[in-house]
């Protein structure tokens, strides 16, 4: 069974910068693409930023600068460095990977990040 665990969500004020971690348990025929999503109420889920079998990452422009994704295959686990935070990516970070030939989606329980101004 494949699992995502994120850590490493919390309050910070603006201008100031997290580092969420992903850890991905269990086995996954072919990993396709890792990331983030986030999700505020009301709205749909978003990404934020992803890594692209094959190495080529692509960002959501609104963290385009701010937002750094890294992966460490040796471990399974994805990481989104965040600096520079606004109040307006306050949100919950779910971890995503597709994966399979069917393009299988799995996400993880969601991190809080909430910037005050």
């Known amino acids: 069974q494949v699992q995502l665990v994120e850590s490493g969500g919390g309050l910070v004020q603006a201008g100031g910068s997290l580092r969420l971690s992903c850890t991905v348990s269990?086995?996954?025929?072919?990993?396709?693409?890792m990331g983030w999503f986030r999700q505020t109420p009301g709205k749909q889920r978003e990404l934020v930023g992803l890594?692209?079998?094959?190495?080529?990452?692509t960002y959501a422009d609104s963290v385009k600068g701010r937002f750094t994704i890294s992966r460490d295959n040796a471990k399974n686990m994805v990481f989104l460095q965040m600096v520079s935070l606004k109040p307006e990516d306050t949100a919950v970070y779910y971890c995503?990977?597709?994966?399979?030939?069917?393009?299988?989606?799995?996400w993880g329980q969601g991190t809080q990040v909430t910037v005050t101004s």
């Open positions: 995503n990977v597709n994966g399979g030939i069917a393009n299988l989606n799995y």
């Open positions: 269990g086995s996954i025929f072919r990993i396709n693409a």
């Open positions: 890594i692209i079998n094959g190495g080529r990452i």
